[in-house]
């Protein structure tokens, strides 16, 4: 069974940071691209950042752009987003997701708010 499970949100203050980590189980992680998706209070979701499967290819929405960062280990089958300097339209619940022949999986999210 393929899962993704989302950890690692919370509530920071502006300015923080916060890591989060996507488990992953069910499949060859090695093998995949993986993303990571927000969707704020009212609004639509809105793609992050993506990585390829080495890990040497990363791209990042201009919103984030030299705030964020992702990586993964693929020992461990965990994709992570290093998010510094956070501000409060930072809030939203974080996916990750990775695309399986012609699926997409999602985890259930992990909150982050950001508020003094």
């Known amino acids: 069974e393929v899962q993704l499970v989302e950890s690692g949100g919370g509530v920071v203050q502006p300015g923080g940071s916060l890591r989060l980590s996507c488990a992953t189980s069910g499949f060859t992680f090695s093998s995949y691209d993986f993303s990571w998706v927000r969707q704020a209070p009212g609004k639509g979701p809105e793609w992050v950042s993506s990585i390829n499967p080495s890990g040497a290819g990363t791209w990042y929405a201009d919103s984030v752009k030299g705030r964020f960062t992702i990586s993964r280990d693929n020992a461990k089958n965990t994709v992570y987003l290093q998010m510094n300097s956070l501000k409060p339209e930072d809030t939203a619940v974080y996916y990750c997701?990775?695309?399986?022949?012609?699926?997409?999986?999602w985890g259930q999210g992990t909150q982050v708010t950001v508020s003094s």
């Open positions: 997701n990775t695309g399986l022949g012609s699926s997409t999986y």
